[in-house]
Structures are given as structure tokens and as C-alpha cells.
């Protein structure tokens, strides 16, 4: 039971921080295959691998969309940061996609708690995009406007963790487990 708590958040932990430090190097696959690595623990320790995969590429496709607007709004810059300018870095959609495997283990005493899933969401996540502008994966704003830019991924993640935690619900609902 621990391995399968402990387990994809010690993954996603390595995932994140080999992605931040990565990216600004230039070798930005470090981390997109870490974060491949934390899906596979996921998948490994998980008693739902469809319902896991589905997850992943709900937030995938959700990390997609608002870190593309975050970035058309010229509100976060990423390093490495891909082919096409508009469009959300590789990178960055991986460890949305890698979150999924961490919903359930890290997160599962949030169900039912929308609001406080909303509230820790809206207080941590900034503090990870400040921790990976200083590793040098990103940049949250222009100069000295912080506050906006900071604001929008609190608003981002208000949405994201307890939509996640709620995605899980139903994913988990609708299919069987293996």
C-alpha cells in the first residue's frame, strides 16, 4: 500500500525536478522521459491503468490549452520552448500528464472537498512555477508585473486540481478495474 502512495510521488518529484533543471540546459528529453518514467510507476502501482491513462490525457490536454493561453497572454515564458511559438513546449504538457499518476496517491483525501482542492491548488502551484523560473525552465511575467501572471496560474490551478481530483471520479466510476 505505501509503494503504491509513495511510489509515482517520489516518481513525479524526480519527473519535476529533472524537467526544471533539464529545459534551461537545453536537454529538455531529460525530462520528458522522467516524466514517461513516473507514468509507467503509475501504471505499475495503479489498479486502474485505463482509468490512469485516461487521467493523463484529460490533463494533458488541459495542461495543452491553458499553458498555450498562459503563454499567448505573454504571461509565462518557457525555455526550450519549442517548434511552434503559440503553442505549449513538450515539456511542459509532460508534467501535466505526468501530475496524473500523483492525483490519486497524493491528493485522493481532497475528493469531495472542491473548494480546499481549489484553495491548494491556487496557493502551491505559483510557488512551483517560481521554483522552476529559478531553476531557469520559465518565466512568470515581464519585469516587475508579477502579480497578474502569478494570479492567472492560481486561477489555472483553482480549476485544475479539483477538476483532476473530479476527472478521477468519474474515470474511475465508468470503468472497471483490472
Known sequence: MLLKRVG???????????????????????????????????????????????LALGLGLFGLVAESLLRAAGLVSFAAPGPLQMIAPLWIIMLWTAFAAIVDPAFSLLRGRPWLA???????????????????????????????????????????????????????ARTPRR
Not at 525536478?17 to 537545453?26: D, E, H, I, R
Not at 505559483?126 to 486561477?155: F, K, M, N, Q
Request: with cysteine.
Open 8 to 54: 509515482p510521488i517520489v516518481a513525479f518529484q524526480v519527473a519535476w525536478l529533472a524537467t526544471a533543471f533539464s529545459v534551461p540546459a537545453g536537454s529538455p528529453s531529460i525530462g520528458i522521459a522522467a516524466c514517461l518514467v513516473t507514468l509507467v510507476v503509475g501504471l505499475i502501482v495503479t489498479g486502474d491503468r485505463l482509468g490512469l491513462l485516461l
Open 118 to 172: 481549489a484553495l491548494i491548488g491556487a496557493v502551491f502551484a505559483p510557488l512551483s512555477y517560481l521554483a522552476a523560473e529559478r531553476a531557469g525552465a520559465l518565466t512568470v511575467g515581464e519585469g516587475d508585473v508579477r502579480y497578474l501572471p502569478l494570479a492567472a496560474i492560481a486561477v489555472v490551478w483553482a480549476i485544475a486540481l479539483p477538476g483532476a481530483l473530479r476527472l478521477s471520479t468519474m474515470i474511475e
